[in-house]
């Protein structure tokens, strides 16, 4: 069984499919944050379990295609090391899965506070989008923005 879904879920595919997978949660947390599939779907843990699922497969199958997960430890030792990780497509794929789930988790954090604070969500636009593509540079300026809503600067939440 492992073989047929392993011949029809490559990594290629699995890429393409993350890709656009993740896109119609990120379309409802910008333009219907407030809604009640908003709440249901994204803003709930089942992206988060598919991007789980999709993680825990690809260890799966990368452990049983003999992939050396030590060797992942190599991106402390220097940026040279972690450009040769990059060059794995073991590596790619996985860091790739994890970026996607953390900036998806960034995103449903900032829908969640800005309900909290009434922020509406045009103000939320530009910061999800640039969450989107960079995850830190969103979320600094959904600060700057719930700066002026929460009427406080707030380290701790």
């Given at each position: 069984?492992?073989?047929?879904i392993?011949a029809?879920?490559?990594i290629?595919?699995?890429?393409l ?6 896109l119609?949660?990120w379309f409802?947390?910008?333009?219907f944050p407030?809604?009640?599939?908003s709440?249901?779907?994204?803003t ?16 799966y199958y990368f452990?049983?295609?003999?992939y ?7 991106l ?5 090391n972690?450009a040769?990780?990059?060059?794995n497509?073991a590596?790619?794929i996985?860091?790739w899965t994890h970026?996607?789930a953390?900036?998806l ?11 909290k604070?009434?922020?509406?969500k045009?103000f939320?636009?530009?910061?999800l989008v640039?969450?989107?593509f960079?995850?830190?540079v969103?979320?600094?300026l959904?600060w700057v923005?719930r700066?002026?809503?929460?009427k406080k600067?707030?380290?701790?939440d």
């Amino acid at each position: 069984m492992f073989g047929q879904i392993s011949a029809f879920f490559t990594i290629e595919t699995i890429y393409l499919w993350l890709n656009f997978g993740v896109l119609p949660f990120w379309f409802i947390l910008i333009f219907f944050p407030q809604s009640r599939i908003s709440g249901l779907l994204v803003t709930s843990i089942v992206p988060f379990v598919i991007l789980g699922s999709t993680y825990i497969y690809l260890i799966y199958y990368f452990f049983n295609e003999g992939y050396d997960f030590l060797q992942n430890f190599e991106l402390y030792l220097g940026i040279y090391n972690l450009a040769n990780l990059f060059e794995n497509e073991a590596f790619l794929i996985l860091f790739w899965t994890h970026f996607l789930a953390i900036n998806l988790f960034c995103a449903t954090w900032i829908v969640r506070d800005s309900q909290k604070y009434l922020i509406s969500k045009y103000f939320n636009f530009i910061p999800l989008v640039i969450t989107y593509f960079v995850g830190p540079v969103g979320i600094i300026l959904y600060w700057v923005i719930r700066i002026f809503f929460a009427k406080k600067i707030s380290l701790f939440d």
